[in-house]
């Protein structure tokens, strides 16, 4: 397991900070506190909760300490979480996704209730609606707080459309066509990380999301309806199957993981990729300014209407407090924390969670055209891949991958998940219903 | 032989420590394992006892738990194959060297300490598609078609792929005990079969292997117990492999305790994989025993 623990120079700085004379060390009371997260130096997030951290010692209490554990893969992320919650050792502050687990968590009053934090310091309406959404509960209670505000996109290399006259897609059929002509004219239409389940699961949750939101994956997740009876939603298993079958996706994609996929694209191994702005490294942000690459939201359905919002916006993996571990001092450190969010985020280039105005000097001329379209975003993207229960949240991820590489067919995908779901879910919403 | 009372004590003192470890550490754990195999706990509710329930699901209708099985034990014969023959030629080969063999000893040998993780880095990085790794580009070289070799996605390679990582990592740690074993071979008996008119092949076979039979012996039941339990190499390299075609018994125990919650389920997988090692081991001893 990638896990790597850091003793942060907070320690080390408690001296130093002490010494600035900003605040007076022995008025303020000691704190230590853990944060696990699925972050790493890598993510810009990593370092704006870092500047937070940081300035909340300086300017606040220098007696405030912190460490970070960090395993950037998402599933051994999961894994290890799963094995901190069964052994009672929970961390302070630590990643999880808005699913099954959190919900089970708050329902046994491990986690702080977020809503009422926010509503307390009068911060609840200063959130995105998208975002928050993202991250509230199917009974519409808060539990959980945004990581930032991300978006994903299709990114395509602007030459190649043009070259074979191809216009952006607006529906699923001509996103197909495009990557026809793409493959026919010798290029690899697609890079996808075939190696990560959550890139699969998002081209058969597609459809599903862009008609109706998250109201087909919450249905099924409980055995309400089964996956044939949602005629979107079964052509999104058909589209992966067609991506796949008909070799759209780059050579090679199937051990590709996230980082690679985004490089393989700034490479121009092919035309097309899944991915959110803030992965553009510096050269791909020129080549944007240059007209070189642009970007186009998840395509409609054939015969829906077009004016709905179509970018999938989410607030990243969100983040946890322990009850247990929640005093008076973690509670003013949250709070400088949420107060402070834009001010670190601008300045690291990357969105707010929050809609606030705030310097937005350090974002490049791609995440400025990107957030005009994400201002007007209500609802939140609804992420498969942490919704259903823990059983089948393994099996779907492991069902999506083979529909990725066409070694199932649609039919056997859909039949596995309403199999896995008839023996796990009555074990995780039995009780909420 | 009689152990007498004071003997006993002493022998009791030297062994102590190791029993000790031995039962907090291996035994404690089986038992722990075997009751949580009892129940149904999703690691935070609370527990429900099921009984055998586990352990009759896990025959009748896991679907993954007997491929894991016939994977596990075609990757335990890779990993006899590579880590037991092939260090034993290596040793041979050693052995045949008239200089410079403690440099390749240390040379062969590095790959046992450098971590599994490493390891599966280097060897994920050399049979890469994309970005193209150093294996297909020289054998793309040879023949174009070689280029698209899917070493561990396809899912008639990733097995075989993850065998080869694992027999490489560990093949020269049984070089070095073969390699001492044949050291200790008399030169009297080598020398008679060269009088004999014996070639090197000959006195290889005929002379050196069956003197250190019980050393090959020994080597197999480790490779074995440790193969039937293999877990790093192949779950960091295949992640199971598409369709769970490189899925092995010990992986199959993490993902249905840890990565489904279902830790009651897993424990039964993990009682079963002792089970077996237990059963395999006996068999392979008897086996041998018997011919000797």
Known sequence: MKTKTLITAGLALTMAAGLAGTVSAEEQPEKHIKIYTNLSEANTTYHVWDDILKAYQAEVNPNFTWEVEVVPDHDQYLDKLKLYIAGGNMPDIYQIPNGALSVQLAQDGKMV?????LKAMDMYDAYNGGCLDFVKFDDGSLYLFPDGRYAELFWYWTGDFE?????VPRTWDEFVNCCAALKESGKDPIAMAGSESWQSLRYVSFMPWVTGGGEFINKLKTGEIKYDEDEIAVKGTELLYTLASNDYFMKGYENTNYADNINAFANHAASISYFGPNDLSEDMQKAYENGEIGFFPVPYVDGMEDDQMNIPVHSGKAWGINKDSYDEELQRFFEFFVKHHTQYSM???????????????????????????????????????????????????????????ALIDPETFREEMDLSIEENAAEYFGAEE | MKIGKSNFRTVLFFTAPALILYTLIVFIPIVWSSVYSLFDWNGIGTMKFVGLKNFVRLFTRDREFLPALQHTVIYTAAQIGLQVFVGLALAFLLSSLPKLRTFFQTMYYVPVVISSVAICQIFEKLMSLQPLGLLNSLLGAINPAWYDIKWLTDVNLCLGSAAFVEGYKYMSMYMVIFYAALLSVPGELEEAAKIDGATGFQIAWHVKVPYIRHVIVANCVLVLNGSLRAYDIPFLLTGGGPGNCAQLLSPYMYKQAFSSMKYGYGSAVAVMIVVICLIFATVFRKLFEREE
């Open chain 1, 347 to 405: 300045a690291r280039g990357v969105y707010s969670p929050l809609d606030e105005e705030g310097d937005s000097s350090n974002m490049p001329k791609v995440m400025m055209d990107v957030l005009e379209s994400l201002q007007k975003v209500e609802k939140g993207w609804v992420s498969w891949d942490d919704k259903l229960d823990p059983a089948t949240i393994t099996t779907s991820g492991e069902l999506g991958i083979e529909l990725s590489q």
């Open chain 1, 113 to 117: 209730n977020i809503g009422e934090e």
């Open chain 1, 163 to 167: 070259e074979l006259n191809l216009e």
